[in-house]
């Protein structure tokens, strides 16, 4: 039996590489393996190590999966009762977003973060297009620094045509594990294709109709760099639901919330909303924690509750 490292994942098919040899197999899973999770739709991400077994040059079977120090998960697409895998053994997640084309969207970093914190996955928020910014969106980006910066590995304002912090950027990136997501558009492709020319990565305009981005990227899939950095490319996310959440998971997954409930009077149990004595609001009111993170908050656990409701009275 021989170890791999799982590069991409196409389905039923994953890429590895070999650790002792760094070839490359095409790799299926043994028939008897069985979901770790029963909630998830899919067995194995990209950053897994694993035992496989060659059947020839270049494929083999894939028999176990080596324990993971953390992962990230988002809700299935195809079914809202099960998680997918996207990548595992993570270091580093890097969101790239930006400021202008496409429009910000300042709730989408919450909801990430709500991925990530469960798993103890450090996160650097990386602004793209810099060099189309003017004064208001240098001072959002001030605005958002003084949010993030302490909740968050760091903020880092870049651009791939200035090639502004780029090198910053990968002094970051050296040495570890590292998933970059983000929406669509914001140019997460464009930026590994400057970390390291030649990766080829394809990307696209912005529609000009929705000012959205397209999708340019398919399946999840990890590129080691010349500086040895394994980078792990996601497809762009339009969206983020959590219909598989209770409030208290999202109550107890906002770091600084979590942190201050301590002083609540109902503490951990402390939903923040209409409970006496809450110490996250007050902490509101003196400016210690962020009033638009407390509404991207509020905003989540409506939509979970308003879910769960359709949910228990939905009619068959």
């Not at 902490?283 to 924690?289: D, F, L, Q, R, V």
Request: glycine share 6%; charged share 25%.
């Amino acid at each position: 039996m021989k170890k791999g490292l799982i590069i991409r994942s196409t389905g039923s098919w994953y890429e590895l590489i070999d650790q002792e040899t760094n070839n490359k197999y095409s790799c299926r899973t043994a028939g008897k393996m069985k979901l770790l999770k029963k909630d998830l739709s899919n067995p194995i991400g990209v950053g897994d190590f694993v035992e496989f077994e060659p059947e020839s040059e270049n494929q083999g079977i894939i028999h176990k999966i080596e324990p993971r120090k953390n992962y990230i998960v988002r809700q299935s697409p195809k079914n809202k009762h099960q998680l997918h895998l996207i990548a595992a053994n993570i270091d580093l997640a890097v969101l790239v977003t930006t400021l202008i084309q496409p429009t910000f969207k300042p709730g989408f970093i919450d909801r990430f973060l709500i991925t990530t914190e469960p798993q103890n996955i450090p996160v650097l928020i990386v602004f793209n297009k810099s060099d189309l910014w003017e004064e208001s969106e240098f001072q959002l980006f001030e605005d958002c620094k003084s949010i993030y910066r302490h909740i968050t590995a760091g903020l880092l304002e870049v651009s791939t045509v200035t090639l502004k912090n780029i090198e910053l950027l990968k002094e970051n990136l050296l040495g570890k594990t590292c998933l970059v997501a983000g929406q669509s558009g914001v140019g997460k492709s464009s930026l590994l294709n400057v970390l390291q020319p030649g990766i080829g990565l394809r990307t696209s305009d912005i529609s000009s109709s929705s000012g959205k981005g397209t999708h340019t990227t398919t399946f999840a899939e990890m590129f080691i760099l010349e500086d040895g950095s394994r980078v792990i490319d996601t497809p762009g996310i339009k969206s983020l639901s959590f219909n598989n959440l209770e409030i208290m998971d999202v109550a107890h997954n906002f770091k600084e919330f979590f942190e201050t409930s301590v002083g609540c009077r109902f503490g951990s149990k402390c939903t923040h909303r209409n409970e006496p004595e809450c110490a996250v609001k007050m902490a509101i009111e003196s400016g210690h924690i962020s009033f638009q993170r407390y509404q991207n908050y509020i905003n989540l656990i409506d939509e979970i509750e308003s879910q769960n409701y359709w949910e228990r009275n939905k009619k068959f």
